[in-house]
C-alpha cells in the first residue's frame, strides 16, 4: 500500500474558502492523498459560513483576528501561527489560494521549511503594486516561491512566463470558482431556502430591477467608496430600480454605504450573505456593481453584466469577453454606464451572453493530478 502524500491547506478569508472547497473536496475523495487544512480567521463570520456550507471541518485554527491591528501585525501573527503548524504537520505539500496575507504567509513559512508550495489562482496581474493592495505583492512574492503555479487562464500563465517562472511548474487549470459555482447552484436547485433572505427581498422589490452592490476593496476605503455610494444614491432615484448591498464585515467598508444609502426604501443594505443566497442574488440580479475579485469571475458564467468599481483589473478576460467593464470610482463614470444598460436592452443583451472565460468547473480534478505528479505516493 503507498502511503498517501499529507497536504496541508492553509487558507483564511472568505473567497479563499469558496475557491478551495472543491480542491478539499477532491483531496478528500482521493487514497493518494491525506488532506488537513489549517485556518487563519483572517475573516471569521463569512469563512465559518462557507466552511459550514461545503462541510470542511478544520484541524488547526489560528484564530488571528484581532480589532484594528495593522497589516504588520496580521502578517506576523500569521506567519508565525503557520510556521507552528507546519512544525507540527510536517506535511509533503501546502496549497495556498490567491493572494491574501494568509496565502503569502502560509506559502512562506512553508519555503522557510523547503515544502513545496502549490499556488491555487496564480498569474493574476494588475500591473501596478498599489491595486489591488496589498494583494498584487502577495501574489508576486507567492510567485518566486511556489513549485506548482495553477494559472486560472492562459493570460494568467503567459504573466507568469513573462516573469521567469520555470514554464514547467505552470499549468493552465481553470479557476475553481467556476466549480464552486457549479456546486453550490445545485445544491439551490435542491434547496432553494438556501436562497435565504434574497427571496423575500425579490418578493418585496417585484416589479423593479435589481442592482447587485458588492464593494471592499482596501483601496478603495474613503474616498472611493464616498464616490461609489454618491453613484448609487443617485441611481436609487429610479423607480425602476432596486439596489441590494451585502455590506463587508469591516467598518471601513460599511461605513459611506450606510451613511448615504441608509434612508431609501429601495436599497437593502444586508450582512454578508451565505454564499447560496449570493449566487442566487447574482443570479436574478439586472446588474452587478462590484470591486470584487470573485464576482467579476461569478458573474460571467451567470450571463449577468458586471460594471467593476476599480481604475485596474487583474482579470481582464471578463472585460475582453464583453460582460464586464471597468467604471472605477467616479460617480458621474458609474452613473453614466448603469444607466446606459438600465435604459437600451440591447446594450444589456450584448453584455449578458453567458459566457465564462475563467473555467469549465472541473479545475479541482486537473489541480490534484498535477499534485500527484508533483509529490507521487511513496
Ligand atoms: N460572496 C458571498 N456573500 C456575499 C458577497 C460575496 O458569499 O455577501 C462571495 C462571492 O460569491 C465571491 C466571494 O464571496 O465568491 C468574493 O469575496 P470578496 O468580494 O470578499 O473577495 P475577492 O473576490 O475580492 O477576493
Known amino acids: 500500500m503507498p502511503v498517501p502524500r499529507r497536504v496541508l491547506t492553509i487558507f483564511g478569508t472568505r473567497p479563499e474558502a469558496i475557491k478551495l472547497f472543491p480542491l478539499l473536496h477532491a483531496l478528500a475523495g ?15 463570520g463569512m ?15 489560528l484564530a488571528v483576528l484581532q480589532p484594528g491591528q495593522s497589516l504588520d501585525q496580521l502578517v506576523a501573527r500569521l506567519l508565525t501561527g503557520a510556521g507552528a503548524v507546519l512544525d507540527r504537520e510536517a506535511p509533503d505539500l501546502v496549497v495556498v489560494q490567491g493572494d491574501t496575507a ?25 500591473g501596478d503594486i498599489h491595486q489591488p493592495w496589498p494583494e498584487e505583492v502577495n501574489r508576486r ?3 518566486t516561491l511556489a513549485a506548482l503555479h495553477c494559472a486560472p487562464t492562459p493570460r494568467a500563465a503567459a504573466a507568469l512566463w513573462a516573469e521567469n517562472v520555470d ?6 487549470t481553470g479557476n475553481t470558482v467556476v466549480d464552486a459555482l457549479h456546486w453550490v447552484r445545485a445544491r439551490l436547485a435542491a434547496e432553494p431556502r438556501l436562497a435565504g433572505p434574497i427571496a423575500q427581498l425579490q418578493a418585496r422589490f417585484a416589479g423593479r430591477r435589481i442592482v447587485a452592490v458588492t464593494c471592499h476593496r482596501r483601496e478603495n476605503w474613503g474616498a472611493g467608496m464616498g464616490g461609489i455610494a454618491t453613484a448609487l444614491a443617485q441611481l436609487a432615484e429610479r423607480d425602476d430600480v432596486a439596489l441590494v448591498a451585502p455590506l463587508h464585515h469591516n467598518p471601513l467598508a460599511r461605513a459611506a454605504m450606510q451613511e448615504q444609502l441608509g434612508e431609501f426604501p429601495n436599497v437593502a443594505l444586508v450582512e454578508p450573505l451565505d454564499y447560496p443566497a ?16 470573485g464576482v467579476q469571475e461569478e458573474a460571467p458564467a451567470l450571463g449577468t453584466p458586471v460594471l467593476v468599481l476599480r481604475e485596474t483589473t487583474e482579470r481582464p478576460e471578463g472585460v475582453e469577453a464583453g460582460t464586464a467593464r471597468l467604471v472605477g470610482t467616479d460617480p458621474q463614470a458609474i452613473l453614466a454606464e448603469a444607466n446606459r444598460l438600465l435604459g437600451d436592452p440591447a446594450a444589456h443583451a450584448d453584455m449578458a451572453r453567458a459566457h465564462n472565460p475563467f473555467g469549465d ?8 493530478e498535477l499534485m500527484a505528479r508533483l509529490a507521487p505516493a511513496a
Open 141 to 143: 512574492i507567492i510567485a
Open 167 to 172: 514554464p514547467a511548474a505552470v499549468h493552465v
Open 30 to 44: 482521493d487514497a493518494r492523498f491525506a488532506s488537513r487544512v489549517c485556518v487563519t480567521g483572517q475573516h471569521r
Open 361 to 368: 468547473g472541473h479545475s479541482a480534478g486537473r489541480i490534484v
Open 278 to 293: 449570493f449566487v442566487h442574488l447574482l443570479d436574478i440580479a439586472h446588474l452587478v456593481l462590484t470591486d470584487s475579485g
Open 47 to 61: 469563512l465559518d459560513q462557507v466552511l459550514t456550507l461545503s462541510g470542511i471541518v478544520p484541524d488547526h485554527d
Open 102 to 126: 494568509t496565502a503569502m504567509a502560509g506559502a512562506l513559512a512553508a519555503y522557510h521549511r523547503h515544502i513545496p508550495v502549490v499556488h491555487v489562482e496564480a498569474g493574476l496581474r494588475s
